[in-house]
């Protein structure tokens, strides 16, 4: 079951870069800075893969 | 575009596991027989065919798009980063390259083949993980699309490929670049979860569809430069 579920969704910390980069996101589109989103949301993407390389 | 973008997104995504899963039954079928591990295959591929349609109608059953595109954007965007920062660890040297002579190797080695209900289940499972990704994508990139039946065909075309050329070679395909494809693949499909994690937020793309191919360029350029940054003294793109 362990298996599936991390072949399914990743470990905790794929996660965790998904749930902070979704968390960014929804701030922002509540905010007046709602465009920034689709720029911001893929960089911080991207800062979850390099941090995802690193660990 | 993103209806060739699914198709070759999966057809990639399906090579790369069913070569994984093609050295687990090997290893397996040179143990005990082709006919037993073929069967131990085909059963973990009937699961996965019945799977399919079990996980495509129920996310069809969903009556609101909306929720439906966050789902899919969702668990794309989870395998897509995983993929990429796999691609980007294995292409800066951080981690080894994955080697199928090697599993292939430490399989064939390995005490768990030697009694026959045991090395059939290692074929099962084997079969069953590497082809619940593929199962995901077909699903995942189908249904919101439209076109699970080619995603599917897709998927099946990649697994008949993959064994008709590891039946001509009696080998682990262990030269097919699985790290540049896993590097690719993991750029399109993050590409499609966040255009579509967005989008069910209710964020309009400025440029509308145009945006998704835009999405994929920019993780990739972003990998290929973490890739150079991160490179290790062993890494091919250390300078």
């Known amino acids: ?47 979850g893969a390099a941090y995802l390389a690193r660990h | ?15 790369v596991e069913w070569v994984e899963a093609f050295t687990i ?19 973990a591929l009937a699961v996965l065919a019945a799977l399919t349609l079990l996980g495509a109608g129920f996310i069809t059953s969903l009556a609101d798009a909306g929720y439906i595109q966050f789902i899919v954007g969702l668990f794309l965007t989870l395998f897509g980063i995983r993929w990429l920062g796999k691609a980007i660890a294995r292409g800066a040297g951080l981690k080894p390259l994955h ?77 097919v670049p699985e790290n540049t494809i896993k590097f690719l693949v993991g750029c399109a499909i993050l590409g499609f979860g966040s255009f579509w994690l967005l989008a069910s937020l209710g964020y309009d793309w400025p440029i509308g569809d145009y945006a998704l191919p835009c999405l994929m360029v920019f993780y990739a350029i972003g990998g290929l430069m973490l890739i150079r940054s991160f490179a290790t003294p062993s890494s091919p793109h250390a300078t």
């Open chain 1, 1 to 47: 079951m362990k298996g599936l579920i991390k072949t399914l969704i990743g470990d905790g910390r794929t996660v965790a870069c998904v749930a902070v980069a979704l968390a960014i996101a929804l701030v922002l589109l509540e905010t007046s800075a709602r465009p920034a989103a689709g720029i911001v949301m893929p960089l911080v993407l991207l800062a």
């Open chain 2, 99 to 175: 080697d199928e002579a090697l599993a292939f190797t430490k399989l064939t080695q390995s005490a768990v083949l030697s009694e026959t209900r045991s090395a059939m289940l290692v074929a099962f499972q084997g079969v069953l993980m590497e082809g619940l990704e593929v199962w995901l994508i077909v699903v995942a990139l189908g249904v919101q699309t439209g076109h699970t039946a080619a995603a599917a065909l897709a998927a099946m075309v990649a697994l008949v490929a993959v064994t008709a050329v590891g039946f001509m070679l009696r080998a682990p395909l262990a030269k």
């Open chain 2, 1 to 15: 575009m993103s209806d060739i973008g699914v198709v070759v997104a999966t057809f990639l995504t399906a090579g």
């Open chain 2, 25 to 43: 039954v090997l290893a397996v079928a040179l143990t005990i027989g082709w006919s037993r591990a073929g069967m131990a295959a085909l059963a």
